[in-house]
């Protein structure tokens, strides 16, 4: 059974920073490109970043380059969302999927299509 268990959210205030891991189980790790999206309150899901299976990323928001780092550790079956310069805007609920191809096809990702963790909360307060 595949499963995604996200951690390291929390309360920070801007400026701060955080780091989210993505374990991962149930599949060949080593495999897959793994991306992370969010959420905020009332908006639509977005795609983040993503990290392939050759170690290749790549951050979709122009507002988290330069601020955000995605990362994979393979033999932990981990990703990680290095966080900083949190700002108030990036307040949102942050998941991540899987895609046995590529970052191109985890963009697409959708609730039906794709398995998702459950989500860990980021909250910047200003």
């Known amino acids: 059974e595949v499963q995604l268990v996200e951690s390291g959210g929390g309360l920070v205030q801007a400026g701060g920073s955080l780091r989210l891991s993505c374990a991962g189980s149930?599949?060949?790790?080593?495999?897959?490109?793994i991306g992370w999206f969010r959420q905020a309150p009332g908006k639509e899901r977005e795609e983040v970043s993503c990290?392939?299976?050759?170690?290749?990323?790549?951050y979709w928001q122009d507002s988290v380059k330069g601020r955000f780092t995605i990362s994979r550790d393979n033999a932990k079956n981990t990703v990680y969302l290095q966080m900083n310069s949190l700002k108030p805007e990036d307040t949102a609920v942050y998941s991540c999927?899987?895609?046995?191809?590529?970052?191109?096809?985890?963009?697409?990702?959708?609730?039906?299509?794709?398995?998702w963790g459950q989500g860990t909360q980021v909250t910047v307060s200003s």
């Open positions: 999927t899987i895609d046995p191809w590529s970052c191109r096809y985890l963009r697409t990702a959708t609730m039906s299509n794709h398995y």
């Open positions: 149930g599949f060949t790790f080593d495999n897959y490109a």
């Open positions: 990290i392939s299976s050759a170690d290749d990323t790549i």
